[in-house]
């Protein structure tokens, strides 16, 4: 089955950028959607599509996908950015579709 | 307001089932599917399954699929998710959000708890 691979965590000083990958075989062929996870909180789609930022979402999101690396990139980190992120792809077939998550990615803000 | 509100915390027996509700509104219900995924406490996310409004198609999760059933009531624009057999490692916040396995969730309920205890 597929698998998505994401580093445990992610450190960054405030007002810099943070990267967070998502490592799947050939990911840069789907479509890879990023959700944040506050604490305590229901998690956010922040990204769809690769690269396409939701109503509402800051245009400090970005994202890109290419080869076996989908990057959800945070650009000038605030606090409020501290959490969880979790990349997803859809996978199996169009009569047999499922979803995937990767671990998660957990962001602190220093 | 377009929003997913879900019914309130569960606490359940092994082996006894649990139903949680998921009501939709501000929005054209049967114009997206709704998809289910639970969260084991200081776990990540995993994906339950999804329903179409439009047309009752399923699909779940390989691992779920002889437990778990999806339902929704139109007249009511309700999903329901319901967990059958219930073991302690079912202990999670479930969650219900409007998307399909393609499109992803852009709109999340606020979670359910489901505690599984003996």
């Known amino acids: 089955s597929y698998v998505l691979t994401q580093a445990p965590s992610v450190s960054v000083a405030p007002g810099k950028t943070a990267k967070i990958t998502c490592g799947g075989n050939?990911?840069?062929?789907?479509?890879v959607h990023w959700y944040q996870q506050r604490s305590g909180q229901a998690p956010v789609l922040v990204m769809s599509?690769?690269?396409d930022r939701p109503s509402g979402i800051p245009e400090r999101f970005s994202g890109s996908n290419s080869g076996n690396t989908a990057t959800l990139t945070i650009g000038g980190v605030e606090g409020g950015d501290e959490a969880d992120y979790y990349c997803?792809?859809?996978?199996?077939?169009?009569?047999?579709?499922?979803?995937?998550f990767g671990g998660g990615t957990k962001l602190t803000v220093l | 307001q377009v929003q997913l509100v879900q019914s309130g915390a569960e606490v359940k027996k092994p082996g006894a089932s649990v139903k949680v509700s998921c009501k939709a509104s501000?929005?054209?219900?049967?114009?997206?599917?709704i998809t289910w995924v639970r969260q084991a406490p200081g776990q990540g996310l995993e994906w339950m399954g999804w329903?179409?409004?439009?047309?009752?198609?399923?699909n779940y999760a390989q691992q779920l699929r002889d437990r778990v059933t999806m339902t929704t009531d139109t007249s009511t624009t309700t999903a329901y998710m319901e967990l059958m057999s219930l073991r302690s490692d079912d202990t999670a916040v479930y969650y219900c959000?409007?998307?399909?396995?393609?499109?992803?969730?852009?709109?999340w309920g606020q979670g359910t708890l489901v505690s599984v205890s003996s």
């Open positions: 959000a409007r998307g399909d396995p393609v499109t992803g969730g852009d709109l």
């Open positions: 501000g929005y054209i219900f049967a114009s997206y599917g």
């Open positions: 329903i179409s409004v439009y047309n009752g198609k399923t």
């Open positions: 050939n990911i840069g062929s789907k479509s």
């Open positions: 599509y690769d690269n």
């Open positions: 997803q792809v859809w996978g199996g077939s169009s009569n047999n579709p499922h979803a995937i």
